[in-house]
Nanobody
Framework: QVQVVESGGGSVQAGGSLRLSCTAS????????MGWFRQEAGKQREGIAC????????YYADSVKGRFTVSRDNDKNMMYLQMNSLKPSDTAKYYC????????????????WGRGTQVTVSS
């Protein structure tokens, strides 16, 4: 059974940084692209960053480009999202997802989801 678990959320002031982590088990980690998504209260979930199986290809939504960096460590079965220059508009629940392919497609839903971790940015 595939399990996806996010960690690292919390509260931070505007301009601050956080690093989210995601681990997935029950699969061969480096066989799959992965992504980060977020959902603000009352809004649809959106893809914000994704990374291919090797880490060689990444994609970002315009809203986070230049501030967020996605990376992965296949030896540790971990994916990360470094979030810098955080804004109150980044406040959301952040989810990790595993795609059914080697690549990732930021505007498509992954096959497996985590339960999310809350990020709150205060002004």
């Amino acid at each position: 059974q595939v399990q996806v678990v996010e960690s690292g959320g919390g509260s931070v002031q505007a301009g601050g940084s956080l690093r989210l982590s995601c681990t997935a088990s029950g699969l061969t980690f480096n066989d799959y692209g992965m992504g980060w998504f977020r959902q603000e209260a009352g809004k649809q979930r959106e893809g914000i960053a994704c990374i291919s199986w090797s880490g060689g290809t990444t994609y970002y939504a315009d809203s986070v480009k230049g501030r967020f960096t996605v990376s992965r460590d296949n030896d540790k079965n971990m994916m990360y999202l470094q979030m810098n220059s955080l804004k109150p508009s980044d406040t959301a629940k952040y989810y990790c997802g595993v795609y059914p392919t080697l690549v990732c497609r930021i505007y498509e839903d992954p096959k497996h989801w985590g339960r999310g971790t809350q990020v709150t940015v205060s002004s």
